[in-house]
């Protein structure tokens, strides 16, 4: 592993591997009646959050506080940064402090990237979403879903994802989470194909380890896994496409569509869903949709994360021996 954590692409198959079998490891805490861990104790993370999120942010602070870790929120609204403060700034103000892990989500792409490599601050970086750019722990938790779902808890420790096919629909020009994916994905092994309408395809798409379509319902019978995107009206400042109606008669997944799918095949969602568009509620509330598990395999992957990042660089052994740690 290395240092920071910036991009899906930095990882190696190994790496990734490694991340999803301690995971895997750190879900057992879950069922605990004491769902912590001391890995991290004595330890200071800051969240540090430029932009609203509730799934991502309270994952991240669930998983540092399992691994008991001293946690500290930042938003910028409300802190000296709606005053004009800089990023620089306000990373010099967390060294100070004497922080050893930065969690940052960021509407500007490369901002985390800027923070792990500025010399401004000598703290772990991880981030948890920067502009159109990266959200590698998203991919990561996306990849842990498929594995569990696809393959078995126990059965898939120690494997990727090779020769499975990932279909991911809907506004990859906007998406963070599409970009992640598709670089998580083929590190793993799997086939992904997008699948959008021309406008929301980005430009330099050709170069991505990626297949193209513009078909929804001639991908469907040959995936293994389907993951349907927001679209991201606050990015717009477009058109890019007619109606709500007609994206959704073209690119939304209802009952019917998913009728097409291969019976063991499910249905992801990053989230949060707008209902009626991209999917329906009939698909949002079936069995075969992952979000809600998606958001629980979240804790999971970020706590992994944590712990490699900060405590070492084995899997973690969670089950007691003799007395239980608590």
Known sequence: MQRHLISAADLTRDDAVLILDTAEEMARVADRPIKKLPTLRGRTIVNLFFEDSTRTRISFEAAEKRLSADVINFTAKGSSVSKGESLKDTAQTLEAMGVDAVVIRHGASGAPYRLANSGWIDAAVINAGDGTHQHPTQA???????RRRLIGRDAGLGQDLSGRRITVVGDVLHSRVARSNVDLLHTLGAEVTLVAPPTLVPVGVEN?????????DSTLPKCDAVMMLRVQRERMNAAFFPTEREYSRRYGLDGDRMARLPEHAIVMHPGPMVRGMEITAEVA?????TAVEQVSNGVSIR????????GGNEPAVTRPTGSEEK
């Open 140 to 146: 990561l938790l996306d990849a842990f879903t498929m």
């Open 285 to 289: 509330d079936s069995d075969r949709c």
């Open 208 to 216: 991505w380890p990626c297949e193209v379509s513009y078909d929804l």
């Open 303 to 310: 706590m992994a994360v944590l712990y490699l990042l900060l």
